[in-house]
């Protein structure tokens, strides 16, 4: 099974509205840890933000915010006043607690954002 | 910049080769993390070092092997290189490895075997 799902392959968004990019995630561990990350078409990798399986609440990085609902398991990255620097993949992450993985990093298949001027 | 460094930064070379790639991490950061991202497998976790140890291991072929040494840099070697191994190679170094821990990256070797 999946353990992160990105169901979006390509998003599109006007520049200055905001924007939702969905992820959902499998685990059994109680103590986790959900990231995004910005991947441009120059290929590197960007941290945007991080949220904890024990965070009381929703992480907030400038524009970056997440929308995490840990009943429901997703973990949606909000993406407000879009600009055209925004435009890139985006892939969301997970880290599981047991001690046996390490501190690995499961990505999803990641999301294509085009911000449309 | 993430403060993670990678070289180099492309490669080409031929079947049944060997390359290394190089990584160092961010100033202060233990753990160094190597990934591989292809257009079928996706980005997939390879291996990871802690202060010189292997902590965990990935989807990492035999053909493949990395180190990290005392100044904490750390080496991916790709043996017997075979066509469905040119991917974006990525390090990533976290401060100690733990669950808390985010994980930035380098800029990525781009490897091509034709």
């Known amino acids: 099974a999946q353990k992160i799902t990105q169901t979006q392959p390509g998003m599109f968004v006007q520049e200055k509205e905001a924007v939702t990019l969905d992820c959902t995630y499998d685990?059994?561990?109680?103590?986790?840890?959900l990231f995004w990350y910005k991947q441009p078409s120059s290929g590197e990798m960007i941290f945007l933000i991080y949220?904890?399986?024990?965070?009381?609440q929703n992480a907030t990085e400038g524009r970056y915010s997440l929308n995490f609902q840990k009943a429901r398991k997703s973990a949606n990255l909000v993406i407000s006043a879009s600009q055209l620097g925004d435009s890139a993949m985006y892939f969301c992450?997970?880290?599981?607690?047991?001690?046996?993985?390490?501190?690995?990093?499961?990505f999803g298949e990641g999301t294509q954002l085009t911000v449309n001027p | 910049d993430s403060g993670v460094t990678q070289t180099p930064k492309h490669l080409i070379t031929a079947t049944g080769q060997r390359v290394t790639l190089r990584c160092s991490p961010r100033?202060?950061?233990?753990?160094v993390y190597w990934y591989q991202q292809s257009l079928d497998q996706g980005l997939q976790f390879l291996i990871q070092?802690?202060?010189?140890?292997?902590?965990a291991k990935g989807n990492i072929l035999e053909r493949f092997s990395a180190q990290q040494f005392p100044d904490l840099h750390s080496e991916l070697n790709l043996s017997s290189l075979e066509l469905g191994d040119s991917a974006l190679y990525f390090c990533?170094?976290?401060?100690?490895?733990?669950?808390?821990?985010?994980?930035?990256f380098g800029p990525g070797t781009r490897l091509t075997v034709l």
């Open positions: 992450a997970m880290r599981e607690g047991r001690e046996t993985s390490g501190s690995r990093l499961t």
């Open positions: 070092y802690y202060n010189g140890e292997e902590r």
């Open positions: 990533a170094s976290s401060v100690e490895g733990g669950n808390t821990d985010t994980q930035y």
């Open positions: 100033s202060g950061d233990l753990s």
């Open positions: 685990t059994s561990d109680p103590s986790y840890g």
């Open positions: 949220q904890g399986s024990y965070d009381q």
